[in-house]
């Protein structure tokens, strides 16, 4: 292998950002809220999928009666032909729009993946919030045992800061306006008031998935023939009715919407750090798939894995599947790796530099908000303590003070627990291995930690202190 030139990565960068800035983007949402319609049919849009393909869907689609899912097996498929398993839990696929360039990390909605939800989101700089505005649908979404709350916190918690809500399949309500505000209402009560959610960082548009309206283009009678490829009888039959029913929005498309959000300031000078989702063997070495959390690699250079101290090289890599020679903080990676045998990288491990190794603990303390838990957390009560895609048994080993949510001052000193909406500072002690773990001063993406139990998420927070230190 050649090592080549080494590269200025940081100028490379610089000029990378000056043509377009990059933002990865997941989608979440109750299961059935139209997340994958959405998305396939947005993607068909933009001209990521050709005509072609999507006759082909519908003609598959339409053999088992169920035409409608044309769209959503854009995203599957994809998904299938990565067959090098990048996206084994999470399908990643990327599209431009006028001023950004984004990486799309396809969240499924089932209760039973929220794990690989988190893993998704959590490399995830801003989230599209599907919500099925159908009567009854949206109020099942929304209530206790739907996703619709805890996909929001979660992705709150996970660092997503800027969310656009697509209050979706407006087509089966008339496209009523008062319908999307009552949602528009209660969505924004929660998302500001509990999920801690800025008001001027929610979008809400009004839009269907299946019809393609408000998605890329502004509703013109035209544009709601073209934009559907589905022939199918619950498209609108009538186009000057969905306008004249639709006029009274004045809003922003959701390509639009999502066009116009922020990038985050991206940790390139910091130390490198890029946490692991996915390991599997290929041809030319081990290949590590992952997102690049701080600083930059190079083809050439080497990298340590935590834990374990292993070195290894990087042999070749690419971003958004094209080969390329370096990359920097915020890219969704996939390295092939040589000198290192495969058992000694998993799903969890960080690679960083010998120069500046990340901490590997099983103690730490934590500031954490309680959710909606039905048993109070008490001294020793188990969980499953969450870092990105990575889980680990554990302990709350010891509730060291609640804490006032808005002034950040202690309310009470050795609290006996923690109940409902809660704020506290805690110890945890993981039962098994160390984990790769930073405090959220050094690392907003390596230091924040979620607290599983029975399948439900019950605190989320962020790390300040490491208390003890392994290899
Ligand atoms: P996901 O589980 O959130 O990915 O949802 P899907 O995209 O699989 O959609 C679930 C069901 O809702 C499918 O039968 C879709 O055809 C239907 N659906 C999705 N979006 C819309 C929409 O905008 N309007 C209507 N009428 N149906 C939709």
Same mark, same amino acid.
């Given at each position: 292998?050649?090592?080549?030139?080494?590269?200025?990565?940081?100028?490379?960068?610089?000029?990378?950002?000056?043509?377009?800035?990059?933002?990865?983007?997941?989608?979440?949402?109750?299961?059935?809220?139209?997340?994958?319609?959405?998305?396939?049919?947005?993607?068909?849009?933009?001209?990521?999928?050709?005509?072609?393909?999507?006759?082909?869907?519908?003609?598959?689609?339409? +053999?088992?009666?169920? #035409?409608?899912?044309?769209?959503?097996?854009?995203?599957?498929?994809?998904?299938e032909e990565r067959a090098r398993g990048i996206t084994m839990d999470v399908g990643v696929t990327k599209f431009e729009t006028e001023h950004r360039r984004f990486t799309l990390l396809d969240a499924p909605g089932h209760r039973d993946f929220i794990p690989n939800m988190i893993s998704g989101t959590a490399q995830a700089d801003v989230a599209i919030l599907v919500v099925d505005a159908t009567t009854g649908e949206f109020e099942s979404g929304f209530d206790a045992n739907g996703q619709t709350k805890e996909h929001a916190l979660l992705a709150r918690s996970l660092g997503v800061q800027q969310l656009v809500i697509a209050v979706n399949k407006l087509d089966v309500v008339n496209w009523s306006e008062a319908r999307f505000l009552e949602i528009v209402q209660k969505l924004e009560q929660f998302l500001v008031k509990d999920a801690s959610f800025k008001k001027s960082n929610l979008v809400f548009v009004p839009c269907s998935g299946f019809t393609g309206e408000?998605?890329?283009?502004?509703?013109?009678?035209?544009?709601?023939?073209?934009?559907?490829?589905?022939?199918?009888?619950?498209?609108?039959?009538?186009?000057?009715?969905?306008?004249?029913?639709?006029?009274?929005?004045?809003?922003?498309?959701?390509?639009?919407?999502?066009?116009?959000?922020?990038?985050?300031? $991206?940790?390139?000078?910091?130390?490198?750090?890029?946490?692991?989702?996915?390991?599997?063997?290929?041809?030319?070495?081990?290949?590590?798939?992952?997102?690049?959390?701080?600083?930059?690699?190079?083809?050439?250079?080497?990298?340590?894995?935590?834990?374990?101290?292993?070195? #290894?090289?990087?042999?070749?890599?690419?971003?958004?599947?094209?080969?390329? $020679?370096?990359?920097?903080?915020?890219?969704?990676?996939?390295?092939?790796?040589?000198?290192?045998?495969?058992?000694?990288?998993?799903?969890?491990?960080?690679?960083?530099?010998?120069?500046?190794?990340?901490?590997?603990?099983?103690?730490?303390? #934590?500031?954490?908000?309680?959710?909606?838990?039905?048993?109070?957390?008490?001294?020793?009560?188990?969980?499953?303590?969450?870092?990105?895609?990575?889980?680990?048994?554990?302990?709350?080993?010891?509730?060291?003070?609640?804490?006032?949510?808005?002034?950040?001052?202690?309310? +009470?000193?050795?609290?006996?627990?923690?109940?409902?909406?809660?704020?506290?500072?805690?110890?945890?002690?993981?039962?098994? $291995? #160390?984990?790769?773990?930073?405090?959220?001063?050094?690392?907003?993406?390596?230091?924040?930690?979620?607290? $599983?139990?029975?399948?439900?998420?019950?605190?989320?927070?962020?790390?300040?202190?490491?208390?003890?230190?392994?290899?």
């Open positions: 292998m050649k090592s080549g030139k080494r590269i200025d990565v940081i100028s490379e960068y610089q000029k990378r950002i000056a043509e377009k800035e990059s933002l990865n983007l997941v989608v979440i949402g109750h299961v059935d809220a139209g997340k994958s319609t959405l998305m396939g049919h947005l993607l068909y849009l933009q001209g990521e999928v050709t005509e072609k393909t999507i006759r082909k869907h519908e003609r598959d689609a339409q +053999k088992i009666g169920k #035409a409608s899912f044309a769209f959503a097996w854009v995203l599957d498929e994809t998904g408000n998605l890329v283009r502004r509703s013109t009678p035209g544009n709601i023939c073209n934009g559907s490829a589905v022939s199918d009888t619950s498209v609108p039959e009538s186009v000057a009715a969905v306008l004249s029913t639709f006029s009274w929005y004045k809003g922003p498309t959701l390509i639009e919407s999502i066009d116009k959000l922020d990038t985050p300031m $991206r940790p390139i000078e910091k130390p490198f750090r890029m946490s692991v989702t996915d390991v599997f063997k290929s041809a030319g070495g081990v290949s590590v798939a992952g997102r690049l959390e701080a600083g930059h690699i190079q083809v050439g250079e080497a990298v340590m894995v935590m834990p374990g101290s292993e070195m #290894a090289v990087v042999k070749s890599m690419e971003v958004n599947h094209e080969a390329t $020679r370096w990359a920097a903080a915020g890219d969704s990676v996939l390295l092939i790796l040589s000198g290192i045998d495969i058992l000694k990288v998993s799903n969890g491990s960080v690679l960083c530099t010998r120069e500046a190794p990340i901490p590997v603990t099983t103690h730490f303390a #934590a500031q954490i908000v309680v959710f909606d838990v039905k048993i109070p957390i008490t001294v020793g009560f188990p969980v499953i303590v969450h870092r990105q895609s990575h889980n680990e048994p554990g302990v709350v080993s010891k509730l060291v003070a609640t804490i006032d949510k808005v002034t950040g001052e202690i309310v +009470k000193k050795s609290p006996r627990h923690l109940g409902k909406n809660t704020t506290a500072m805690v110890e945890i002690k993981l039962s098994g $291995r #160390a984990i790769p773990l930073e405090a959220y001063k050094d690392s907003k993406e390596l230091g924040r930690v979620m607290l $599983r139990k029975g399948g439900d998420t019950i605190a989320a927070g962020i790390v300040n202190k490491i208390l003890s230190f392994g290899s």
